[in-house]
Structures are given as structure tokens and as C-alpha cells.
């Protein structure tokens, strides 16, 4: 099966401050999606991006899928943003079923 | 955008129970997924639910363990069974939307003692 590897596993960081979020996968995919897990284990879907750039507020992700990566972009980091960020990947010709990645642990501080 | 609730949000139960999720949805779908998110680990697909057919389920899941019933398109139920404590997980369900983004449930926390 398809391989999602995210990086870093964990991240500290301090309001304010910025990060990226990467994602590499094995295959060749026509859906990837970055979702937010919140402490209390909710899933928020933040982008459908198989290809190409956006943005939305504080956040911005870009997929290369000739490069099977892609990156997430949280600026001004803000403490509601702790939680665990996963992508998650459908392989082409996969019938809607999502890989999910390792996450990324993140915590922002004061 | 999918509206999808669950029932219940968490439970404790006892090794060798049954305990069975549901999830609702606020419009109809073709396919339902349910998700499994072990402790500190990341999410894995359990089987998939198509109204009016028998689920398939992913390697790993069988049936027996994990039956699925489909009766509508806005309704699932996930029966996790004869439970011992290696199932305490996260379930989760979700759905496939309009824009071909997944949305999920808040979750089912499980915890066998």
C-alpha cells in the first residue's frame, strides 16, 4: 500500500512564531487533505489540496505531486493551534479511501 | 459540508462485551467510513459502507470483530465485538463530500477494561 511519512513527529514552538509541516508519499494520488486534531480528538479538515497552492488566514499548504511531497505553511502560530496535523492521501484509482499520515505532535506555548 | 454525529461520544466496558457506534449524517451518502485511531497512533481505515451491500473491509478487519450495518444513506452502526482491552481506540466515522473532501465524526473514545 501507499507510505504517508510526515516530519517533524513533534514540534514546540512559541506564539508567534512560524512552521512548516511536511508530507511525503509513495504513489501517485488524486486526493490529499491536511486535517487539524484538536485536544479533544476532533478532526478539522483544513485543505483539499492534491496539486498547487492555498491559502486560508494563518495557513497555507502547497503540493508538488511530481515530487509526491507536500508542505503545510502556520504562521503566527497561536496556541489553539496545538494538536496533532495529519495529512491524509487517496491513491489514484483508490474509491475514496484515505491514507493517513504519522502527524505532526505540535505544541505552541506562551 | 457534512454534518455527522456520534453515539455515544465514550464508554468503558468490560473485556468480552459488545459495544455498537452510530453515526448519523446530515444529508445522504453513498459511502461511510469508519476509522480506528489507537492510542497516540494515527488513523486507519476499518472497512467502507455502501447502503444496500455488505462492507468491505480493509486487511486486518474481519467481520466477526467488526460487523456494519448500512439500513439508510444518512446511517451506520459499528458494533466492535467480544472486546478486549487491545481495543481501546478512538472509532470514528466519515463521510465523502460534495468537493471530494472527507469530513468526520467528533468520535467514539473507548476504553476496555
Known amino acids: 500500500g501507499i507510505q504517508v511519512e510526515q516530519s517533524p513527529p513533534d514540534l514546540i514552538l512559541q506564539e508567534g512564531a512560524n512552521s512548516t509541516l511536511r508530507c511525503n508519499f509513495s504513489?501517485?494520488?488524486?486526493?490529499l487533505q491536511w486535517f487539524h486534531q484538536n485536544p479533544w480528538g476532533q478532526l478539522i479538515n483544513l485543505f483539499y489540496i492534491p496539486s498547487g497552492t492555498k491559502q486560508n488566514g494563518r495557513l497555507s499548504a502547497t503540493t508538488v505531486a511530481t515530487e509526491r511531497y507536500s508542505l503545510l505553511y502556520i504562521s503566527s502560530s497561536q496556541t489553539t493551534d496545538s494538536g496533532v496535523y495529519f495529512c491524509a492521501v487517496e491513491r489514484t484509482g483508490g474509491g475514496n479511501k484515505l491514507t493517513f499520515g504519522t502527524g505532526t505532535q505540535l505544541k505552541v506555548e506562551l | 459540508s457534512a454534518v455527522i454525529s456520534q453515539k455515544p461520544s465514550r464508554d468503558i466496558c468490560q473485556r468480552g462485551t459488545s459495544l455498537t457506534i452510530q453515526c448519523q449524517v446530515d444529508?445522504?451518502?453513498?459511502?461511510m467510513f469508519w476509522y480506528r485511531q489507537q492510542p497516540g497512533q494515527s488513523l486507519t481505515l476499518i472497512a467502507t459502507a455502501n447502503q444496500g451491500s455488505e462492507a468491505t473491509y480493509e486487511s486486518g478487519f474481519v467481520i466477526d470483530k467488526f460487523p456494519i450495518s448500512r439500513p439508510n444513506l444518512t446511517f451506520s452502526t459499528l458494533t466492535v465485538s467480544n472486546m478486549s482491552p487491545e481495543d481501546s481506540s478512538i472509532y470514528l466515522c466519515?463521510?465523502?463530500?460534495?468537493?471530494?473532501?472527507?469530513?468526520f465524526g467528533p468520535g467514539t473514545r473507548l476504553t476496555v477494561l
Open positions: 504513489d501517485s494520488v488524486n486526493n
Open positions: 444529508s445522504q451518502v453513498t459511502m
Open positions: 466519515s463521510v465523502h463530500g460534495t468537493s471530494d473532501t472527507q469530513y
